[in-house]
C-alpha cells in the first residue's frame, strides 16, 4: 500500500505565503508526475501545478509566477511553495503522485487527504 500525507495549510492573509509538503511512504518502486490540486465546494477538482519525473513543471494561468512546485526524490516528496496569495486561492489542497510499485507493474495515481489553504484578512 501507499500512502500520501500533506501539511502546511492554514490561514494567512492576503499577500502571505505557505509552503505545502507531500510525502509519500510505503510499497514503492518509482514515483513519475507529482502534483497539486485544489477543491473549492461545489466546484470540481483543478490542477495547480505538476512537475516530472525529469523536473519539467506546468502551472495553471491563475498562479503562475507566485506559486513554485518542486520535488525531492530522495524523499519522495513535493513541495508547493505558495507567494503572494489572493482570497481566490481559498481551497483544499491535494497532492497527487503517479507511483509504480515495482518495475513490472504499470504506475497508479494515488492522492494526498487534502489540506485547507485559507487566504482572508
Known amino acids: 500500500q501507499v500512502q500520501l500525507v500533506e501539511s502546511g495549510g492554514g490561514l494567512v492573509q492576503p499577500g502571505g505565503s505557505l509552503r505545502l509538503s507531500c510525502t509519500a511512504s510505503?510499497?514503492?518502486?518509482?514515483?513519475?508526475?507529482m502534483g497539486w490540486y485544489r477543491q473549492v465546494p461545489g466546484n470540481e477538482r483543478e490542477l495547480v501545478a505538476v512537475?516530472?519525473?525529469?523536473?519539467?513543471?506546468d502551472y495553471a494561468d491563475s498562479v503562475k509566477a507566485r506559486f513554485t512546485i518542486s520535488r525531492d526524490n530522495a524523499k519522495n516528496t513535493v513541495y508547493l511553495q505558495m507567494n503572494n496569495l489572493e482570497p481566490e486561492d481559498t481551497a483544499v489542497y491535494y497532492c497527487s503522485m503517479d507511483i509504480k510499485r515495482s518495475i513490472s507493474r504499470a504506475s497508479r495515481t494515488s492522492w494526498g487527504q487534502g489540506t485547507q489553504v485559507t487566504v482572508s484578512s
Open positions: 512537475i516530472s519525473n525529469g523536473g519539467g513543471t
Open positions: 510505503g510499497s514503492i518502486f518509482s514515483i513519475d508526475t
